[in-house]
T-cell receptor
Framework: KQEVTQIPAALSVPEGENLVLNCSFT??????LQWFRQDPGKGLTSLLL?????REQTSGRLNASLDKSSGRSTLYIAASQPGDSATYLC?????????????FGAGTTVTVRA | DGGITQSPKYLFRKEGQNVTLSCEQN?????MYWYRQDPGQGLRLIYY???????QKGDIAEGYSVSREKKESFPLTVTSAQKNPTAFYLC???????????FGSGTRLTVV
């Protein structure tokens, strides 16, 4: 069974510092990996989607890398702002043998101090 | 704009009562999913449907039921058999395996 782990569980940084969020998964036979942001009491907002054949994806200040063989993905957020405070979740999509279902990590809660 | 609408935002259930959570999408996505989120835990899959009139159990289907009579709609019923229903429920949809998931804004269910 796929296990997805996100470390650390919580992170507090001063404004302007770069954020590094880690996600690891136990079964490297994934189809793609998606990073989400969740604000308190809200649904999930998709940030980046990386296909299994890709090494990284970028959107603005966000960059996500994927190393499928080692079962790791990292989300980098450059020059953090207080508005980046949220919980960040990674999810891996299983390959066809797993019926394309998603498995989620428990998330990293980020606080950016002004 | 296309998206997923979940209603109601808040729902209160009495002991022994069945309640139904609504999920509607206008994205023309074939696949739809229901997840449950509890504090400190990752999202857990309840049910999913990849096509109209077909659905499969996820990891925690006991005490829940679904239907998929229309492509746009995937309602979730929380039955009285679900002993610990208090949670945040999220509905999602996807265009296909190469695409990401889109989530609704969630329904918070509380047992009173």
């Amino acid at each position: 069974k796929q296990e997805v782990t996100q470390i650390p569980a919580a992170l507090s940084v001063p404004e302007g510092e770069n954020l590094v969020l880690n996600c690891s998964f136990t079964d490297s036979a994934i189809y793609n990996l998606q990073w989400f942001r969740q604000d308190p009491g809200k649904g999930l907002t998709s940030l980046l989607l990386i296909q299994s054949s890709q090494r990284e994806q970028t959107s603005g200040r966000l960059n996500a890398s994927l190393d499928k063989s080692s079962g790791r993905s990292t989300l980098y957020i450059a020059a953090s702002q207080p508005g980046d405070s949220a919980t960040y979740l990674c999810a891996v999509r299983h390959d066809p043998r797993g019926d394309y279902k998603l498995s989620f990590g428990a998330g990293t809660t980020v606080t950016v101090r002004a | 704009d296309g998206g997923i609408t979940q209603s109601p935002k808040y729902l209160f259930r009495k002991e022994g009562q069945n309640v139904t959570l609504s999920c509607e999408q206008n994205l023309n996505h074939d696949a739809m999913y229901w997840y449950r989120q509890d504090p400190g835990q990752g999202l857990r899959l309840i049910y999913y449907s990849q096509i109209v009139n077909d659905f499969q159990k996820g990891d925690i289907a006991e005490g829940y039921s679904v239907s998929r009579e229309k492509k746009e709609s995937f309602p979730l019923t929380v039955t009285s058999a679900q002993k610990n229903p208090t949670a945040f429920y999220l509905c999602a949809s996807s265009k296909g395996a190469n695409y990401g998931y889109t989530f609704g804004s969630g329904t918070r269910l509380t047992v009173v």
